[in-house]
């Protein structure tokens, strides 16, 4: 039903319902309004609220005009002659509305029911029929909203909580203090998702080589992204030489911008070069401490990428010399790692490359990119086996999921890019509900921020 028709139908029915076929009246002074109580006001049209917020102001001019005439009692009669008045102003297409029993549940928002508090609503005429309270319940938003008026001036415009589905349920909800129910006090789900990756930044290239102008990697639009999304870690991708140049304010920035929201920042950056080389790592990590007050260092070093067969036991020693190098450069700062799930099927001596890497590192985070938690190429059963070799070797650990396009991906089956974002919560949802318990664990983590924002939308 339209906002329209409810005011209408509010400000004839309660104007006209005030008319009686009883001879009593009572003293302008006592018609006055004594109190106003209302419940959802001011709100989204979701639960009625809006609708509601618009009669307030109609109950009050209905009841001024209480002043000027007498009354006794509301009567049933007057309450349908209103409804008729309400529709004749109303555009052809309106629903008619169909009245009911007070105690019947408006079935949808073609239907109404008012009940008095002293009847059942029979028909118009009947003693039971009669009321110095009336209440009128329909359906609104998603839920139900209704509003009660007295005969002296009392006016009480409420949207419902569950089980208050029909006038003679609102009139004794209300009660003789004119007070709305209660609506239900709903906290609103936490995400399972507490970190992302943030690769790129908002640096104009032409200012600096490094740069790449993404306005969506401004430090403000970084630290309220983060913010709207209940994140405790940003990793915030470092290029090389970060202070110099236009990237180390950039970087100092958005370090500030991300801890001013309390959001703890580890400096995100890595390159397979570095394997041959482990000093480079440790330059690396000593500009970014120089740039900003990083929190921790996040390496996403990656020499298997696109190579065919690697060869892990020439690449895991050197992997293991720069994560000393990091280690060292890093000084107080916690050391993470980015590690895929398949590193539990590639051995290095007795033990996995995944188990050997993570001896040098505080924490990892564990890619397991898929679109779906479940089942045996879902994200619960790759990271599995690495949760349990982390968890066992007492690290903190993340499981990591995709959200970039399949081009980017690899494939639609890795990433949430064609599920969408309500997708996105509710399978990273599943990922805590499965490790939520394992030591160590410490949440979801996305990649990356732009593509997330454009999932978004």
């Not at 990237?247 to 397979?272: C, F, T």
């Not at 070799?389 to 890019?417: C, I, K, W």
């Not at 599943?430 to 983590?445: E, K, M, W």
Request: net charge negative; charged share 10%.
């Amino acid at each position: 039903m339209g906002l329209r028709f409810w005011r209408a139908f509010l400000a004839a029915t309660l104007t006209a319902a005030t008319l009686s076929l009883c001879a009593a009246s009572l003293p302008a002074q006592a018609i006055t309004p004594l109190s106003d109580s209302t419940n959802g006001i001011g709100g989204s049209a979701s639960n009625g609220s809006d609708a509601i917020g618009s009669t307030r102001a109609v109950g009050e001019a209905t009841l001024a005009q209480l002043a000027g005439g007498g009354s006794g009692a509301i009567e049933r009669g007057h309450v349908q002659a209103a409804l008729v008045a309400a529709q004749a102003r109303l555009e052809p297409d309106t629903a008619v509305w169909t009245d009911g029993p007070g105690d019947e549940v408006p079935g949808s928002s073609a239907r109404f029911s008012v009940a008095f508090d002293n009847g059942r609503g029979s028909p118009s005429g009947l003693p039971d029929s009669f009321g110095t309270r009336v209440a009128i319940l329909t359906v609104s938003g998603t839920g139900y909203a209704g509003t009660v008026a007295t005969l002296a001036g009392e006016l009480s415009s409420c949207a419902l909580p569950p089980g208050i589905a029909t006038a003679a349920a609102l009139l004794a909800a209300v009660g003789s203090n004119m007070a709305c129910p209660s609506l239900p006090i709903t906290t609103p789900p936490v995400s399972a998702i507490t970190s992302l990756w943030a690769w790129g930044n908002s640096v104009d290239p032409a200012v600096d080589a490094r740069g790449r102008g993404q306005s969506g990697m401004l430090p403000a639009a970084i630290a309220q992204f983060a913010a709207d999304h209940g994140l405790s870690t940003v990793y915030l991708s470092v290029p090389w030489a970060s202070d110099q140049g236009a990237i180390a304010p950039w970087l100092s920035d958005s370090v500030d911008a991300l801890h001013a929201r309390g959001i703890r920042v580890a400096a995100l950056g890595g390159d397979a070069s570095w394997l041959a080389t482990p000093g480079l790592v440790a330059q690396w990590v000593t500009a970014a401490r120089a740039a900003a007050d990083f929190d921790a260092v996040q390496l996403d070093v990656e020499p298997w990428a696109g190579v065919v067969d690697p060869d892990f036991s020439a690449i895991t020693p050197q992997f293991l010399d720069l994560l000393s190098a990091a280690r060292t450069a890093a000084g107080p700062l916690p050391l993470g790692i980015d590690l895929p799930w398949w590193l539990t099927t590639k051995q290095f001596g007795a033990q996995s490359v995944f188990g050997a890497l993570i001896g040098g590192v505080d924490s990892v985070a564990i890619v397991a990119f898929s679109d779906h938690a479940a089942g045996p190429d879902g994200i619960v059963a790759l990271a599995s086996p690495t949760v349990a070799l982390a968890s066992a070797a007492g690290r903190d650990f993340t499981v990591g999921v995709e959200t970039d396009s399949p081009q980017v991906a690899g494939g639609s089956q890795y990433t949430f890019f064609d599920e969408g974002p309500a997708t996105l919560e509710a399978e990273s949802a599943a990922v805590r509900d499965a490790f939520g318990s394992v030591p160590g664990y410490a949440g979801v983590t996305v990649e990356h921020l732009l593509a997330w924002t454009a999932l978004i939308g």
